[in-house]
């Protein structure tokens, strides 16, 4: 382990393996690559101080690297404890990036490096899942919480200043909903950028990226046959519904279990078979939740699984399947490989956890395939660019990507994709756009 002020990693060792997986990151990701083009011969984030709170993924690393071509001091920090790739996090500090982010961190490590990531002084927060933004928000707002001691820890006594603070932005739906939640109490102290939220991100981020990464990690860990098996998926939203299609591609028999009825109705008129929770927990074989929700499997859930359950998580945070039920439940746990603990109920079954409830596509596999995070990280990129360009104007709420970023985007990568599309004539463009036009 190396802990100093400006990296708290692994091993910085491990560089040489991190830059050629940065290296194969990057030559799939073109859209951001010409955005660092422009940055670089730009400079438009010159000496802008970013903290920033994500996966440290050979992804995370291609969009760190553009803010640093931009100008901008980065200093980073894990969105998640197993998340890392330590290799990544090596190879960035030699880049003079601060990291302070290791796999495997303890809760309290978790949120002493958030504190370090901060000491740096943001002029802008990049974040996934709101946990920086939420901490420089109790700090500002002074609401005592357990985890701010460890914070401070690694923060020091300046604390930090709010009013330096031009905006941020926010990778994923649960940081999303958090953020509006803070709005809606009017405690919300700077803008924020929802990236989630563009078409351009969710459209292929949740589904294509999170359904892709899933199946990978779960076949990964568990090397299972998905055809045939009864795979129930919780939570049809934009990620479940990217797993249900993929898992149903490999030839599973994909059950859909959901609370909003548009969504369930959407699920089963797209051929799924949808029934309640408990009926689901009698005969699934392999258990995904992407709800962003909490206990979504609970005891009476696991006390009615069959011997040889496998139980996976998905959205963002390890509170979706009650790990707490699960002990409770056990009399026995055993490590049958890296990313799979077999718990033994007092009945006499099995039930396997992946990945410890964590998000698994990104803890026993890769995360998004890079290919998909070209989308995101640019509109992270440009996002970043806009507040800083807007500094003082935008107002103190959770925005949209502006329009014309997510066009820009989703038209660049058509382009490297090698695909032309379509204008409106004239005439088509007046059409669409004349309310006294009809039959
Ligand atoms: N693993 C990843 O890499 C990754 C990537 C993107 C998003 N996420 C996370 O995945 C989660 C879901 O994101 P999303 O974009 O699909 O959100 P979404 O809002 O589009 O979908 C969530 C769905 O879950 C349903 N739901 C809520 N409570 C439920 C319950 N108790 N039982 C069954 N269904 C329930 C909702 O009705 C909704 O349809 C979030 O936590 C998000 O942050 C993870």
Not at 119 to 147: F, M, N, Q, R, Y
Not at 214 to 220: E, G, K, Q, V
Not at 241 to 269: F, H, K, T, Y
């Amino acid at each position: 382990m190396e802990k100093r002020m400006d990296r708290w990693i692994r091993d910085p060792a491990l560089s040489s393996e991190g830059y050629r997986r940065i290296a194969w990151a990057e030559a799939r990701m073109p859209v951001l690559m010409r955005i660092r083009e422009r940055f670089r011969r730009e400079r438009p984030l010159e000496g802008v101080r970013i903290s920033a709170c994500l996966h440290v993924t050979k992804e995370t690393a291609a969009l760190v690297r553009t803010l640093r071509e931009g100008g901008a001091e980065v200093a980073l920090c894990a969105s998640n404890p197993l998340s890392t790739q330590d290799e990544v996090a090596a190879a960035l500090v030699e880049d003079y990036i601060r990291v302070y982010a290791f796999r495997g961190m303890s809760e309290e490590e978790y949120y002493e490096a958030i504190g370090r990531a901060l000491a740096i002084g943001p002029e802008v927060t990049v974040d996934d899942g709101a946990d920086l933004t939420v901490t420089v928000h109790k700090l500002a707002h002074g609401i005592p919480s357990p985890e701010l001691n460890w914070v401070r820890r690694g923060l020091g006594a300046e604390g930090v200043e709010v009013e330096g603070i031009a905006g941020g932005t926010e990778e994923t739906t649960t940081g999303v909903i958090r953020l509006k939640a803070l709005e809606r109490e009017g405690r919300l102290l700077y803008p924020v950028i929802a990236v989630n939220d563009s078409p351009t991100k969710s459209l292929f981020d949740n589904p294509i990226g999170t359904g892709q990464s899933t199946i990978d990690a779960i076949l990964r860990a568990t090397g299972i046959l998905l055809a045939g098996k009864r795979v129930v998926v919780f939570g049809y939203g934009r990620v479940g519904s990217g797993i249900a299609a993929r898992a149903r591609g490999m030839g599973a028999e994909v059950i859909v279990v959901e609370v909003d009825p548009v969504r369930a109705l959407n699920a089963a008129m797209n051929g799924y078979r949808v029934c309640s929770s408990l009926e689901a927990a009698r005969v699934g074989d392999v258990f995904i939740t992407a709800t962003g929700n909490i206990n979504v499997i609970r005891r009476e859930h696991m006390e009615v699984m069959k011997d040889g359950a496998v139980l996976a998580n998905a959205g963002h945070y390890d509170v979706e399947i009650s790990l707490k039920d699960l002990r409770d439940l056990s009399v026995e746990v055993e490590e049958v490989s890296q990313h799979v603990k077999r718990y033994r109920t007092r009945d006499g079954r099995n039930l396997y956890l992946l990945a410890e409830g964590r998000l698994v596509n990104l803890v026993a596999a890769e995360g998004h395939p890079s290919e998909v995070m070209d989308l995101s990280f640019s509109l992270q990129a440009l996002s970043v660019e806009h507040v800083v360009k807007n500094r003082g104007r935008l107002e103190v709420k959770v925005h949209d990507v502006p329009a014309e970023i997510d066009r820009e985007v989703a038209m660049t990568k058509l382009r490297t994709m090698g695909i032309e599309i379509d204008r409106m004539t004239e005439e088509q463009a007046r059409y669409v756009s004349d309310w006294r036009l009809g039959t």
